[in-house]
């Protein structure tokens, strides 16, 4: 029997999982969420890739402050 029969067949032997997000995976996408409230990061106004990166830096030390 191949894989499209057994999945048509109901003969399913695999456990039925429930969804749980990976720990820092989690985090990561929080984070980015959080960036994309900052107007200046959701488009690239920025000609050099420092200043954007100084405008990430710049977002990180305002959240880290707000927590505060």
């Known amino acids: 029997m191949n894989e499209r029969d057994a999945r048509t067949s109901g ?3 695999r456990k039925e999982k429930k969804f749980e997000p ?3 995976r ?3 996408e929080r984070t980015f ?3 994309e ?3 200046r990061l ?3 106004y920025e ?3 420092e200043t954007s990166e100084n405008m ?3 977002s990180a030390i305002k959240l880290l402050l707000n927590k505060i």
Request: hydrophobic share 45%; aromatic share 12%; with cysteine.
């Open 26 to 28: 989690w985090i990561v």
């Open 42 to 44: 959701c488009r690239n």
């Open 56 to 58: 990430v830096k710049l």
């Open 37 to 39: 409230n900052d107007r």
């Open 33 to 35: 969420s959080w960036f």
């Open 11 to 13: 003969g399913n032997n």
């Open 47 to 49: 000609l050099l890739m």
């Open 22 to 24: 990976i720990q820092k």
